[in-house]
């Protein structure tokens, strides 16, 4: 009975919680084929178990730029140069495997397959950010530089299928844009902005606009004059929303129209390339059936859309990204309606 006694006293006060990211690895391995029908016990987000089967794919790949680079939980380094933790390249792959994901529909194998190409193209543009003489002195290979990357990912994913280009080509331009100075630890351009979400989706929206010009098709200077200026913050979140629909980082390959069910109320953008392949052009509209409206504009590549709760909030959406997307790149002829109570002209 003493015996018991200890043992009970000794598990309710000295038990620790086990971590997160070694729940998440437990679970997997216990049950791969399962898996999915047991996350809600741990009450884990869905997309982190694909993320988690990708992150041990690049892990364990030979022919993945990150193997042998990611700690593992419970893993010791002994030594050896691991940049980022299991846990923390699973949080960077986010954008890469939510269901806000602008890939979500690709099967895993092809999404391994894609992140293994894409990154051994980032890694011969940053080659000695991959070493273990020199990576340490660059956050390029910590969740920085991952989260930054794995968020631009799917976007430039699209871009490669969308209009034929070889992904070298398409990323070239980073080296010289940013070169990778601006990754030294601690004091780099990129470097000194910390780590986030949010930090990852603004760079990796800069950089796609940067490395691809036409995909800088938002209107900037309008839409945070719009923002200064508009007093109702319905309004202002209207314009946040629209803001949002027009990052290319959410653009999806229009070929998704065809497996995809649309038949949502809302907002969208559809960005068509020229013919001459400088630049694009960009219709924005609003339907009570999305895939309907879709099936009526035809030879467009890439699209992105957005749910609306009411008529009214679907009507002042269509006006706001009217009116922050670029005069230049624009097709519509006419002002949405209703024209006379637009709350974002004049402004």
């Not at 991959?130 to 994913?157: C, D, H, K, M, V």
């Not at 609306?308 to 009217?322: H, N, T, V």
């Not at 922050?324 to 024209?339: G, M």
């Amino acid at each position: 009975m003493a015996q018991e006694a200890g043992q009970f006293l000794t598990i309710n006060t000295k038990q620790k919680k086990v971590r997160p990211d070694l729940q998440l690895r437990i679970l997997y391995q216990q049950d791969e084929t399962n898996t999915k029908k047991l996350i809600d016990i741990l009450r884990v987000e869905n997309w982190k178990i694909e993320a988690l089967m990708l992150c041990i794919a690049l892990n364990d790949n030979n022919e993945s730029p990150w193997r042998n680079l990611i700690l593992r939980p419970g893993e010791k380094k002994d030594g050896r140069w691991k940049p980022i933790t299991e846990a923390n390249f699973v949080d960077t792959l986010k954008s890469f495997c939510s269901t806000e994901s602008s890939i979500k529909g690709t099967p895993v194998e092809r999404k391994e397959k894609i992140l293994i190409r894409y990154w051994n193209e980032i890694r011969k543009l940053y080659e000695r950010a991959f070493t273990e003489s020199e990576g340490p002195q660059y956050s390029l290979t910590r969740g920085l530089g991952a989260g930054i990357f794995n968020t631009l990912a799917p976007a430039i994913y699209n871009v490669s299928i969308t209009s034929e280009e070889q992904l070298d080509s398409i990323l070239k331009p980073l080296r010289r844009r940013y070169p990778l100075e601006d990754w030294r630890r601690p004091r780099g351009r990129i470097t000194k902005l910390g780590g986030s979400q949010k930090i990852y989706k603004n760079v990796a929206e800069e950089m796609i606009k940067k490395i691809d010009r036409p995909y800088n098709y938002c209107d900037e200077e309008a839409f945070k004059r719009l923002l200064r200026r508009t007093e109702a913050k319905a309004h202002a979140r209207t314009l946040e929303k629209a803001h949002s629909l027009l990052s290319p980082l959410i653009l999806r390959s229009a070929r998704e129209l065809r497996e995809e069910n649309w038949n949502l109320k809302g907002c969208y953008a559809l960005i068509k390339f020229k013919a001459d392949g400088n630049g694009l052009r960009v219709y924005v509209g609003k339907s009570q059936n999305a895939k309907k409206r879709f099936r009526q504009h035809k030879q467009y590549d890439l699209f992105a859309a957005k749910p609306c709760g009411s008529d009214r909030e679907m009507e002042d959406l269509e006006m706001a990204l009217y009116h922050i997307l670029r005069s230049t790149v624009r097709e519509n002829s006419n002002h949405p309606p209703p024209a006379d109570r637009c709350p974002y002209c004049a402004r």
